[in-house]
């Protein structure tokens, strides 16, 4: 390791940093005025200078001051400097980043399938910033036209630039619990890759035939310029498709019945296709990986006041059944 993340504790002439991760059995020497004005309690980044031996301990220079144990973040900060997580973006990513435009510019709509007529929506977590893919769907003759629209993220991120090696070299967003470190800046995934509501944007579609055995007959993979009509949630399409069992579910139910008149066929369209494709899993012997998720509730300051179970519910299955047909 050649930097260590960890708890200071100051002597009179000299301190010691003792580390978080606990396969390192040996606390880290700071000599004197090599501590960055740290104190006891403070959490901070070491560089090592000198991995020690037998007899004598490692030795570090404090390069980073992340907050005192007990401030709210510091314990998340703390895991992601020990992680080696990047938390900024070096200036040769950023001034690609200016250059790319807030809204889609006419000439990257050429030679595109413009498909921005089609009812389109978004479904995606009530705190979801990145809405990555849309879902159009229709009854036909032979059974369903479904389109699933992934943003088309390659547009803007061009292959060996300083964007996609950064995103190379991250090679995921990471979900902590109360932020996300996101994989590419946000203007692009909060903005110009986000299939956000009422705005054109670029995307590449699996537009698919589908008979009513849920067997895909045709499909086309293509280029195209799409608009989410609405930007909607799991919770609010689980309400709209789901029984209501309480006297406040059927209120709810009769709000959002209303609120969303004109896309409510659409949503039993979905459902429909999607019961379709689970029943066609299920007898060709797929396994449904249903593992628990949690979902942390922090208050204000960071401290964790609740934890709920992250139920898969009506609409989940249906984005899930339907990213799978387009895989």
């Not at 995103?167 to 956000?196: E, F, Q, W």
């Not at 799409?226 to 579910?249: F, G, H, P, Q, W």
């Not at 922090?298 to 009506?314: Q, T």
Request: glycine share 8%.
């Amino acid at each position: 390791n050649q930097t260590i993340v960890g708890f200071y504790q100051k002597n009179k002439n000299f301190g010691f940093v003792v580390p978080d991760n606990q396969k390192i059995n040996a606390d880290v020497f700071i000599p004197q005025g090599r501590d960055m004005g740290a104190v006891t309690g403070h959490k901070v980044v070491v560089r090592m200078t000198d991995f020690g031996g037998e007899r004598k301990n490692p030795e570090g220079v404090i390069t980073e001051i992340i907050g005192h144990v007990n401030d709210p973040g510091t314990d998340i900060l703390s895991i992601v400097k020990g992680c080696g997580m990047p938390d900024e973006y070096p200036p040769e990513v950023m001034k690609q980043v200016s250059r790319i435009p807030d809204e889609v510019a006419k000439e990257d709509m050429a030679g595109r399938k413009d498909i921005r007529d089609w009812q389109t929506v978004t479904i995606d977590g009530e705190d979801a910033k990145d809405l990555d893919d849309a879902i159009t769907i229709s009854r036909e003759s032979y059974g369903y036209k479904l389109g699933v629209h992934i943003a088309d993220v390659s547009h803007y991120v061009t292959e060996g630039s300083p964007l996609d090696e950064e995103a190379l070299n991250r090679g995921t967003s990471v979900y902590l619990v109360d932020r996300v470190i996101p994989m590419l800046p946000h203007k692009l995934s909060n903005g110009i890759c986000s299939l956000n509501q009422g705005t054109d944007r670029l995307a590449m579609s699996c537009l698919m035939e589908v008979d009513p055995h849920g067997t895909v007959v045709d499909h086309e993979i293509c280029e195209s310029v799409i608009r989410s009509d609405r930007r909607m949630t799991y919770t609010a399409v689980n309400a709209i498709l789901s029984e209501a069992d309480t006297k406040e579910k059927e209120e709810q139910k009769a709000g959002l019945l209303e609120e969303y008149k004109d896309f409510v066929a659409m949503f039993e369209r979905m459902k429909e296709l999607s019961a379709i494709l689970r029943e066609k899993r299920s007898k060709r012997g797929a396994i449904d990986f249903d593992f628990p998720e949690s979902k942390i509730i922090l208050d204000e300051k960071g401290k964790p006041v609740d934890i709920h179970p992250y139920e898969r519910n009506v609409a989940t299955k249906i984005i899930e059944d339907f990213m799978l047909l387009a895989n």
